[in-house]
Structure formats: structure tokens, C-alpha cells
């Protein structure tokens, strides 16, 4: 395994659960770890005040931080819901930002990034969500866009395999995290309960940073064990009020 200490790592998303996590991790790893999002966070890593889904504003941030030795790692942890997700009744102004959070800021930022990834190899994360191979209740521009995201990872391990680039997919079922409130009707305490955590998810991302430079896994499904598995949800287990939640078959 090899040692992150004194690399330096991007994570877009960075005020969420799940990318809040994310930059701890590494920073308990010894990375220099920069967090990109609107909010600042509390955090032991540099914050960038950046609007993600605004090309020059991801541009500008990824242009400051690898002005100075490049970057290692490149996460991207960005994740955005709403909750009137059915057709009927999705708005226009609604799947443009679900499509600009969840997938197009991914872009603008491999695209800001790419110049300065460097290490032999260097890493890209994408956090998707199980819903994008396994249609359930998040709604179809949540799920379009994390789909796009496993055809992003998929593309760049075509186009840059002689950049040593290692572009790595997380798919992970239900995560206990705010997204979740807005569901139409949130889960309840014994759903959230069985949920995964999302250090859950940050340490996966610790192990595949770790792995040796000749090994790459592309793909990775995290599920909460006993409330999911591939293609549904384990409800008979649960409190009947888990029938009201929506099933509790997506991250958000």
C-alpha cells in the first residue's frame, strides 16, 4: 500500500456528508487536502469558496491549487436533490441543476484539473450512487446524471490510460446524510439507522488512494447490509413504516 502522506488532493463537494468525510479521511492520511464547495465547512483542510457548477469559478480554484505541485487526487464528491423528482411534475430549472451539480460540475472539474493531475498514478474519485445501474425512487435526473457519471469514469479510462490516470466510480446505496430530507417523505429513524455512514464511504476512498500504482479498480458498490441489495431493497426485516418511505432503495 502505498503512503498518501504529503500528496495533495481536491475534493469538490467538500461541505456535504459525504464529502466532508472524504477530506477528513485524507487528511488523517496526511494528504494537504483542498475543499472546493459554497459553504465552508469545518474542516483541518484549505477551503475555496467555489460555485461548482460555474466552469471559470472551478477553473480559477483548480488553476490556484496546482500552480504549486500539481494535484494527486481529484474527488469529487458533489451531490444536490430535490424533492419533487417524479416527471409529472420535475421543472425544467429543476433538472438543470440536478444535471449541473451531480454530473456537469464533475466535468468542469476533470476538464480544470487535468493539466496539473501528476504522481504515477494520479486519482480521480467520482461519487455516483447505486440508482445509476439500479433504477429506483430518486427520480430521473438524479439518476440520469449519476449515471453520466459512470460513462464519464468509464470514457476517461479510454482516453487517458497514457496519462497513468486511474478514474474510479462509487456507487453506494442509502447514506445516512441530509440529502435524505429531501426525499418526499424522509426516512424514518430505523431506516436511517441501517444506512451507511458517510465514513463509510470516505474510507473506501482511503483504500483505493492507497493501492500500489499497478492496480486499479474502476467500479465500486457499497451497500448498506440488510436493507439493500442489487436491484432492491430488503423490506420484510424492517418496521412496516419502512413501506412509507419510498423504499429505501437510493442515496437520496
Known amino acids: 500500500m502505498r503512503s498518501l502522506v504529503g500528496r495533495r488532493a481536491v475534493v469538490v463537494g467538500a461541505s456535504g456528508g459525504v464529502g466532508g468525510a ?10 494537504e487536502v483542498h475543499g472546493l464547495d459554497l459553504h465552508p465547512p469545518r474542516g483541518d483542510w484549505v477551503f475555496h469558496v467555489v460555485d461548482i457548477t460555474d466552469p471559470q469559478a472551478v ?19 458533489a451531490g444536490f ?9 420535475l421543472t425544467v430549472d429543476a433538472w438543470q441543476s440536478l444535471i449541473a451539480a451531480n454530473l456537469s460540475g464533475a466535468f468542469y472539474s476533470i ?37 453520466g457519471l459512470v460513462g464519464l469514469a468509464r470514457a476517461i479510462g479510454i482516453e487517458d490510460r497514457g496519462r497513468r490516470l486511474r478514474c474510479s466510480v462509487l456507487m453506494p446505496g442509502l447514506i445516512d446524510t441530509p440529502l435524505l430530507d429531501q426525499r ?7 431506516i436511517r439507522a441501517a444506512a451507511l455512514r458517510p465514513a463509510d464511504v470516505a474510507n473506501v476512498c482511503r483504500f483505493l488512494l492507497h493501492l500500489p500504482g499497478r492496480v486499479h479498480i474502476p467500479e465500486v ?4 447490509t440488510g436493507l439493500q441489495v442489487l436491484g432492491d431493497s430488503i423490506e420484510a426485516q424492517l418496521p412496516a413504516t419502512v413501506a412509507d418511505s419510498g423504499r429505501a432503495s437510493g442515496p437520496g
Open 81 to 89: 436533490q430535490v424533492p419533487t423528482r417524479g416527471l409529472d411534475t
Open 184 to 190: 418526499p417523505t424522509p426516512p424514518d429513524a430505523a
Open 22 to 31: 472524504i477530506a477528513s479521511a485524507l487528511v488523517e492520511e496526511g494528504m
Open 111 to 147: 476538464r480544470a484539473g487535468l493539466p496539473h493531475l501528476s504522481g504515477g498514478p494520479s486519482d480521480i474519485i467520482l461519487l455516483s450512487s447505486v440508482s445509476a445501474l439500479w433504477p429506483d425512487q430518486s427520480g430521473a435526473a438524479y439518476q440520469a446524471a449519476k449515471a
Open 59 to 77: 477553473q480559477g480554484a483548480m488553476e490556484q491549487i496546482g500552480a504549486s505541485g500539481g494535484i494527486q487526487a481529484l474527488v469529487y464528491a
Open 221 to 224: 458498490t457499497i451497500l448498506p
